[in-house]
């Protein structure tokens, strides 16, 4: 479902894109830094890198439309985003995911088969949810993931749980990372309204990350390993 761009400091400005869905390259592995800097860093401007710290705040934005299918039910949702921050920096990059929203500009719900659509992710009741950038190339957003969708028309509540979403991205040196991941499902939660689809299926999408920077601002997460 999610494909990340990430923004983080490396010397270099390069643009990696992607086509929707499709995963990206991985590097070949490496074995983890012994310091942060020496993988990721936050572009200032071109040339100009600064290393990751904790609690800095990321956010992971898709590049296009996010979609989530259960039966006869389809929903588009212009956008999503991801926001947390970075908790662990020793060797891979791993981050807070605190909560996601997903629809148009303006707060604009998302469109649906059936009707408006309101969207949000975040980490299961008593849990937490995690971000990692490994520096083999891979990624892991480990959960349980808590998915809420809310149809005011059609007067449904939909709540769903789901799993890890793995993906990988292209760990070229001094690159912007752009991540590919695998389309992520969940599964129906007791106390959802009748007619909930039970499972639902998300789309495989691009995502950009940045990060936060001492002075103010996000800029994009590299990878300068």
Partial sequence: MFRIKTIAGAGLVALALAALGASAPVASAKGPCKAPEECYGV??????????NEPDPWSIVSEGAVEFTGGTLVVSCPQGQLNGSIIVVRGN??????????????????GSSMGPAVVSVGPAPGGALTQELKTNGKTDLSGPLS???????????????????????S??????????????????????????????????????VTAGAPAGGEFPLVFVG
């Avoid at 572009?43 to 990751?52: R, W």
């Fill in 43 to 52: 572009l200032l401007e071109p040339g100009h890198v600064i290393k990751v």
């Fill in 93 to 110: 990059l791993q981050g807070s995911i605190t909560g996601g929203t997903f629809g148009g500009a303006g707060g604009a719900p998302c």
């Fill in 147 to 169: 998915m809420k969708l809310s149809l005011d028309e059609a007067g449904m509540a939909c709540n769903y749980s789901g799993k890890s979403i793995k993906g990988t991205y």
């Fill in 171 to 208: 760990a070229d040196e001094e690159q912007p990372i752009v991540i590919g991941t695998k389309p992520p499902k969940f599964t129906l939660q007791e106390g959802s309204s009748p007619g909930c689809p039970k499972h639902l299926k998300g789309s495989s999408n691009t995502w950009d």
